[in-house]
């Protein structure tokens, strides 16, 4: 019994809002995280981060969307992947590279990773 008012409790949710479109392609997006970030989707191509770092879409489907910027540099760049996670609640995961010396993406240096939780803002 209990694992049943579970399951429902679980499905609530997600029946709420199933006519929610987590990444809508035509028009601006913003999103804030945990730590104060912003993000603004300005269209299908491009993305804003804290109103200064400017990223290009690589792919935006209904319930994900991926960017990558570099930094003046071609060999440092920021990749973005924000997912929808269900209930109003997005996962950002932030990683940093450094390609200098790399020979591809499978030995470029890590500088740094970040993991939020972000929601859609107006």
């Given at each position: 019994m209990k694992m049943m008012i579970a399951a429902v409790a679980l499905v609530s949710p997600l029946m709420a809002n199933a006519e929610y479109t987590p990444f809508d392609k035509q028009q601006p997006i913003n999103f804030e995280c945990q730590t104060g970030v912003k993000i603004h989707v300005v269209d299908k191509k491009h993305v804003v981060i804290n109103g200064d770092f400017d990223a290009e879409v690589l792919e935006i489907s209904a319930?994900?969307?991926?960017?990558?910027?570099?930094?003046?540099?071609?060999?440092?760049?920021?990749?973005?992947?924000?997912?929808?996670?269900?209930?109003?609640?997005?996962?950002?995961?932030?990683?940093?590279?450094?390609?200098?010396?790399?020979?591809?993406?499978?030995?470029?240096?890590?500088?740094?990773?970040?993991?939020?939780?972000?929601?859609?803002?107006?």
């Open positions: 319930d994900r969307l991926q960017a990558q910027g570099g930094h003046g540099d071609s060999l440092l760049t920021t990749n973005i992947d924000l997912r929808f996670m269900g209930g109003g609640y997005y996962s950002l995961l932030v990683t940093e590279m450094d390609y200098t010396d790399a020979q591809g993406p499978w030995n470029a240096k890590v500088l740094r990773v970040n993991a939020l939780i972000c929601t859609r803002t107006e």
